[in-house]
């Protein structure tokens, strides 16, 4: 077929023309979701198989740092879709909690919309989407975890799937942030927790907004007998829609990274994040519920306001079945 537009096509604008991304018929669904979640459409599916889009660009060349970076990492063609898609579909938290520090509350508000699904290396979810031992294969009792631990979708196991083959590397949780705008970010820190074990992989992926990705090497400890190593400069990194970093190595033992605020282009689009990690134990499963779904309400896109907004199940919203069910690939 001919790449030249007819003169028909020629006076109907171009956005027209791509058709809307279809919702799947199939879902995934689980007792600890509110709502069920569509499987991707085909077409985001097919376009994932040529992933990853380009060749790694390696950073290395700062004093413990090995990066990978992908620009792009999601072929360019579904970007935007699997953004739409994930940001219409997930249900989002906007978590608070309190740090103390002596006889000082502080309450904290996360500066941007979170949700996660996975658990750690010590469980599973069964095909009925029971949670079972890793030893033994028995079902986990009730009260091993404080919170309730959510399978990934399928919409985020393709994409896991394709990360483990590309990283050499499994995961077992995927944490989601969304940036509504420049306002929200994230601050300093470093993935170093130690439920992930040492010197974790972590692939981070970008879908919509531009953001700039900082990263600064921790302060070296004082030390007599060590000589001093070279000075390690900070990094900033553009991160455009479709882009993956790998993260791996002693990358998280010495390196902090943030999103900070951001003005000016694209600081009124949205930017989704999505990192895929592995959780060793169950403290790592607790950590991960209680920061990114904690005890608010839930959040959801409304495409007419094109804004999260509050979401409450009504009469006839699609509730989660009894406890077990599930269909994750079916
Ligand atoms: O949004 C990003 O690119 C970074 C997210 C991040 O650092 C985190 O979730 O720990």
């Known amino acids: 077929m001919s790449n030249k537009r007819t003169l ?49 660009k390696a950073i290395n060349d700062q004093p413990d740092l090995d990066l990978l970076h992908f620009q792009p990492y999601i072929p360019k063609d579904v970007q935007a879709d699997l953004f739409k ?42 095909v009925d989407g029971s949670l079972l031992e890793s030893k033994t294969k028995q079902p986990v009792p009730k009260d091993r975890y404080k919170c309730m631990p959510r399978p ?14 590309t990283a050499g590397e499994t995961f077992n949780f995927c944490l989601v942030n969304y940036y509504a705008n420049g306002n929200d970010s994230i601050s300093y820190h470093s993935d ?17 907004a531009k953001r700039d990705f900082l990263m600064k090497h921790k302060p070296a400890p004082m030390s007599m007998s060590e000589p001093a190593k070279p000075e390690a400069k900070p990094l900033k990194l553009l991160l455009a829609s479709g882009d993956m970093i790998l993260m791996r190595g002693t990358t998280q033992t010495n390196w ?47 495409n007419k306001k094109q804004e999260m907004v509050s979401w409450k199940a009504t009469e006839g919203s699609p509730t989660p079945g009894p406890p077990g069910t599930v269909s994750l690939t079916a």
Do not use: M
């Open 256 to 302: 902090l990274h943030s999103i900070p605020k951001r003005k000016g282009a694209d600081s009124g689009a949205g930017r989704i994040n999505i990192t895929f990690r592995k959780a060793l134990v169950r403290g790592g499963t607790e950590n991960y519920y209680q920061y990114n779904v904690g005890s608010g309400g839930i959040f959801r896109w409304d």
């Open 8 to 56: 028909d096509g020629f006076f109907k604008p171009a956005e027209s023309k791509r058709p809307k991304i279809e919702a799947s018929q199939e879902v995934s669904s689980h007792a600890s979701y509110p709502y069920p979640i569509p499987h991707l459409p085909c077409s985001i599916t097919d376009a994932l198989g040529f992933a990853p889009a380009a060749e790694a």
């Open 152 to 165: 990934l979708p399928q919409c985020l196991d393709v994409l896991r799937k394709i990360t483990e083959g």
């Open 192 to 208: 170093d927790e130690r439920f992930l074990g040492p010197n974790p992989a972590i692939a981070s992926f970008s879908l919509g």
């Open 85 to 126: 898609f994930l940001r219409r579909e997930f249900f989002f938290y906007r978590v608070q909690y309190t740090i103390k520090r002596g006889s000082i509350q502080t309450q904290i508000n996360t500066p941007r919309y979170t949700t996660v699904f996975g658990v750690d290396e010590t469980s599973y979810f069964g």
